[in-house]
C-alpha cells in the first residue's frame, strides 16, 4: 500500500513569491490533515479535511494560506504571497473515517525555505 | 484548546541506557496520546499509543504510562541501541466523532542521542 505523499520534498522561494505544496493520502483515507513544523517547535495543526469539506480550518495562520481538496483525494496549500516567517516543513496526513481517525499516518513532508 | 508539553528537549544516553521523556496536557477530554518517531530526513511514524482506558502499555523495548488524574503520560525505551536515535513527540487527542474534534495537539519534540 502506498503511503501518504507529498510533493516538492524542498522548495526555495523569495519572500512574495507563491507556493503550492501537494499532498496525496492514503487511498480510502477520509481525513486529511495540514500541520507545519518550524524549527524547534512543535507540529502545529493548519487544517483538517473530512473528504472534500474543511472540517477544522482553526490552525491557518492568515488568509495567506488557501487549501482544497477537491473530490476529496489529494489536497494543495498555497502560499500567497510567502513571508519569511512561513519558513518549515508541511507536513501531510491522513487517517481513516471516524474511529481511528485521529490513528495518523505522516507523509515525509515539504520543507519550505522563504529567503 | 489542548495544550501539551515535553521534557527534556533534548536527551543523550548511553547505548543499553534507559531513557525517559514525559508530557503533559491540558485539556482533561483528551483521551487518546500517541508517541512518532521521526528519523532525520523521514516522515514522523507513529511507534506506540495509549487510549485512557489503560494506564500503561507495552512493545517489546518500549512502554508508554498514562496518568489521567494528574495529566500526564510518559515514555520510556529500554536497553536503548543506536538506531533508537531521533526525534520523539508526544501528542494528545480527544474521541473521534461525527464533529471532527480528534485533530492531534503535538509536543515540541526530544531529540534523542543514543551514545555508542
Known amino acids: 500500500e502506498a503511503g501518504v505523499t507529498q510533493f516538492p520534498s524542498h522548495s526555495v522561494i523569495e519572500k512574495g513569491q507563491t507556493v503550492t505544496l501537494r499532498c496525496d493520502p492514503i487511498?480510502?483515507?477520509?481525513?486529511l490533515y495540514w500541520y507545519r513544523r518550524v524549527m524547534g517547535k512543535e507540529i502545529k495543526f493548519l487544517l483538517h479535511f473530512v473528504k472534500e469539506s474543511k472540517q477544522d480550518e482553526s490552525g491557518m495562520p492568515n488568509n495567506r494560506f488557501l487549501a482544497e481538496r477537491t473530490g476529496g483525494t489529494y489536497s494543495t496549500l498555497k502560499v500567497q504571497p510567502a513571508e519569511l516567517e512561513d519558513s518549515g516543513v508541511y507536513f501531510c496526513a491522513s487517517s481513516p473515517p471516524v474511529l481511528w481517525a485521529n490513528v495518523l499516518t505522516f507523509g515525509a513532508g515539504s520543507r519550505l525555505t522563504v529567503l | 484548546g489542548e495544550n501539551v508539553e515535553q521534557h527534556p528537549s533534548t536527551l543523550s544516553v548511553q547505548e543499553g541506557d534507559s531513557a525517559v521523556i514525559k508530557c503533559t496536557y491540558s485539556?482533561?477530554?483528551?483521551?487518546?496520546f500517541p508517541w512518532y518517531k521521526q528519523e532525520l530526513g523521514k516522515r514522523p511514524q507513529l511507534i506506540i499509543d495509549?487510549?485512557?482506558?489503560?494506564g500503561e502499555k507495552k512493545d517489546q523495548r518500549i512502554a508508554v504510562t498514562l496518568n489521567k488524574t494528574a495529566k500526564h503520560f510518559s515514555l520510556h525505551i529500554t536497553e536503548t541501541q543506536p538506531e533508537d536515535s531521533a526525534v520523539y513527540f508526544c501528542a494528545a487527542s480527544r474521541r473521534p466523532s461525527n464533529f471532527g474534534n480528534e485533530k492531534l495537539t503535538f509536543g515540541t519534540g526530544t531529540r534523542l542521542t543514543i551514545i555508542p
Open positions: 487511498s480510502g483515507h477520509d481525513n
Open positions: 485539556d482533561s477530554a483528551s483521551n487518546y
Open positions: 495509549i487510549r485512557s482506558n489503560v
